[in-house]
């Protein structure tokens, strides 16, 4: 699978019945640890102080990651994604594939 940089933005949409925002997170997080037992998502940050991620995540391919993967989040209408595509670098002392 190819690997993804994507930056995550969650708006919650003004007026939303908070029980209604505390059923889709509980979602996002059973999905989150499916998509990682699947191998779809590597690894997730949250930059200190704010309220966005930053993950690691794997399709394979861009498409495939917007339809399959993103698109299937609980929390998908409220959020924006950046989504850079990664390829290894030849100093990457991490583990060799």
Do not use: C, Y
């Not at 007026?15 to 059973?30: K, S």
């Not at 998509?35 to 998502?41: D, E, F, M, P, S």
């Not at 993967?69 to 060799?96: C, S, Y």
Request: glycine residues 8%.
């Amino acid at each position: 699978m190819q690997e993804f940089l994507v930056r995550i933005t969650t708006t919650v949409p003004d007026g939303t019945d908070p029980a209604e925002v505390d059923r889709r997170r509980a979602a996002e997080a059973v999905r989150a640890r499916e998509l990682a037992a699947t191998g779809h998502l590597g690894r997730l940050w949250r930059p200190v102080g704010e309220l966005r991620s930053i993950g690691l995540w794997r399709a394979d391919t861009e498409a495939a990651l917007r339809s399959d993967v993103l698109g299937k989040l609980p929390l998908h209408d409220w959020m924006t994604f950046e989504i850079t595509a990664l390829e290894p670098h030849p100093n990457d002392p991490g583990p060799k594939a």
